[in-house]
């Protein structure tokens, strides 16, 4: 059977001593994970142990010796190594020891208390003992590719590794009765630097708790008030405030008390709190531009002149309507009775948009200060200015749909009497009926009347739908920006690229040296996860917009004319 040595590539200039390390016997394999120097008490050493393991709950043990032969000579060193294989009775003893002047170390077993020793073949693995204490091992998302055999294997070693963060506590300049060398033992000034560094931030962080705690606090008096009819429906209505509770509950994810007790909770939280630096970010910048060089007064002075332009277009395609678009014969009543209505409903919003001028450089002062709030909000803010000021395609286009949806039942409640059927209400189905001739003779009637007046329907229903899918199209694009922002894991994707270990998928393995009759070489390297499974594995969750509807449904209900909303906030209940 094979023996898999994962050796820490931070000891291999470590003085003489032994292998302090964890032993897997359902891999056959052995987890260094430091090197205690000589001298050393053997009941200290146990005493050390025991305690590390009551802490970490990993079973660590002395597996082996290490000789670094710049510092012994072969003979002494070999006389000891028989006086610890005595004390530390394990099985098998690891000893390895560099071989002259080759920069690669042998690995050999020896079992004193076999009495049918075995020679066993030895695979000496090195790999980056920080790397691996830092990463997060991931589960593999394609299973075709990898088994769970094969993670549970590469597991148990990160796993090790990472539970056994005490025992890198002490290093060979700790005052003390045992010296290690580990990952950490060239990092005491930096990790001095680092310990000052936290103790320099305690007064900030303690000032962005309070501040955290005062909003956490306000919402919720803010929502008992939002709870009554005429805020509540605001509330669901406008993008603005959805945008706006969602980076409420954000702010109470990143202000709560309870400590983040995974991995993925801490991702969460790190991830949230730097949506929310980078998009408070984008606000105050675009806030800046906005009221740089009155580029506000500049906007509201053009906003009347483009309302009207649109007011004019719109009349302009009424009239066009009123007359024989494209040559087609019309029923001139209702085309007239329609294109009248449509008129009157474009002057007044004429008339309001011109009321409301002298106020419009105002409201427009106030709305950019909520910027600083995010760029997510002021996205939202404009979605919903974009609603209000198409409010009449709106009106134009509901008038229309409804009127043709009448007419679309009508005509096939009325083809169903021809054919001697009728829709059953209570059993939900269509049975036959018989119908006398004056019920004929009215059906008949209407059914002619239906017929000739659709087209004029069905042209104002065509044209209103197309100018309201258009605002639709456009409040969809700047949804899915907001969507963008609100869940993009940012900091997943900077550790990504500046720490790919930090994010492992998998490792993989690069022949350092292969001889015969020598152990196997080789060196562990971390596979980074890529970019896509970052993204799908950490991603925000959002209260955004997804689409209600398929392509056939959507399409179902054009012809139908029922109205259509493209999407839908998560957490609605579908239709």
Known sequence: ?????????????AESGILVGRWLSEQNSAVILAVVHFPFIPVQVKQYLSEVQRVTKVSLSVLGSWSNSKQETEENLSKFLEDLGTIFSHEP?????KEGNSKFWSCSTLQKHSNNPKEEEVILIYYDQRKVMLSHLHPPLDTATSTDHDASKLSAIFHTVA??????????????PIKLTHWQSDGVEASIIVELMKQASVPACLALCLLLDLLNTFPWCFCRVLK????SFLWSKLSTCEQLGHRLQHLQVISSNKKAQTQTQFMRKANIFVSLLIDVALGILLMSWLYRKNRIGHLADTLIPVADHVAEELQDLLQWLMGAPAGLKMNRALDQVLGRFFLYHIHLWISYIHLMSPFIEMILWYVGLSACLGLTVALCILSDIIALLTFHIYCFYVYGARLYCLKIYGLSSLWRLFRGKKWNVLRQRVDSCSYDLDQLFIGTLLFTILLFLLPTTALYYLVFTLLRLLVVIVQGLIHLLVDLIDSLPLYSILLRLCRSYRLAAGVKFR????????????????????????VQTYRLPTYSCYPKDSWTSLCKK????????????????QD
């Open 1 to 13: 059977m094979v023996l898999k040595v994962f050796f820490p590539s931070c000891c291999s200039s």
């Open 93 to 97: 003893w690891i000893q390895i020891s």
């Open 163 to 176: 539970k056994s963060k005490i025992l890198f506590m002490t290093d060979r300049y700790d005052d003390g």
């Open 228 to 231: 009554f009819w005429p805020l």
């Open 511 to 534: 022949v350092l040296e292969q001889q015969d009759g020598k152990p196997l070489r080789l060196l562990m390297q971390i596979n980074p996860l890529s970019y896509g499974s970052v």
């Open 558 to 573: 054009l012809f139908l004319g029922e109205l259509i909303y493209p999407w839908k906030h998560k957490g609605e209940k």
